[in-house]
């Protein structure tokens, strides 16, 4: 994956540029491998934690730990280092206490709002610079487009593209995220979900947060390179029994195709493809949207069970 370098725009906005990662508790690691090695990622054991790549490159896109039940553990974000401090300032003037970094790295570590631990780390850019290039190339007429379904090839997503989080006030943590790690709001709907994106060019939304009566974590999303991985991913995975979640369809507020599957906690692993790009320096026209209109153009009705945070349970 290319790495970018630190802009040096001397009036350039402060904010983190990355998701870096997430972690989470989880009651079995044993099916925790077996439900994220299917899905198609790079499942390894590093002492005694599962840890998630993609297949295309080393980055550790989220760690699993063994716990009672399944739990969002921590969050981190990247951030260039010269804006590190301006951060860590941000946060200390919240009266919130500030860790070092457990790993000797260079950052730190602090509660959020909702009392969700956070992490800021110096550390390469990990979201794209732009937007993958998507195509379709019809098959001349005369000659067979689809492979056989025992040919069909594993479906590998290539990256994270963003988590979506329940929280216990929305508008709150919006006030939290934007004022101090800089993240901008891409689109809501009403006071149900919103969606924030990194300001030096990111996914339409890096991280979204979903009102609940508690904080928890509700689905990672990888990107994959067609809606013909989306519907592979799918179709793999109910063969192996992970048929439940909801799919395949196109959000509106990020227009991705998309296929959720559930994981065997009642979370959500996204198969998206195509998600809108902010570029940075743009400024994205946020807007808060009639949630009729907001979270799928098309697709099956989104399943009862989709928005119950078990956190909260």
Known sequence: MPLSKEPNQPT????????DHFALNVPCLDTAREFYTSFGLDVREESGVLVLRSHFDPHPWAY??????????QICFGVYAKDLPIIEARVRAEGLTVDADPEGLQGFWFHDCDGTRVGVRVAPKVTPDGKA??????VPAGNRGAPYRRHAPKVRPRRLSHILLFTRNLNRTLDFYSRILGLRLSDRAADIVAFMHAIHGADHHTVAFVQSEAPGFHHCSWDVASINEV????????????SEGWG???????SNYFHY???PWG??????????????????????HPPED?????????????????EAL
């Open 12 to 19: 350039r906005p402060v904010g983190v540029h990355s998701l």
């Open 64 to 73: 699993l730990h063994h716990g009672t039940r399944k739990s969002l553990r």
């Open 133 to 138: 290039s998507a195509s379709f190339e019809p």
């Open 231 to 242: 519907g592979l991913g799918a179709m793999f995975m109910a063969d192996r029994g992970w």
């Open 248 to 254: 395949l369809g196109r959000h509106v507020l990020g």
């Open 261 to 263: 599957v559930r994981d």
């Open 267 to 288: 979370s959500y692993s996204e198969y998206s493809f195509d998600i809108d790009y902010v570029p940075a320096g743009v400024e994205w026209q946020s807007a808060d």
């Open 294 to 310: 907001s979270l799928y153009l098309w697709g099956p009705e989104a399943p009862p069970e989709f928005t119950i945070n078990f």
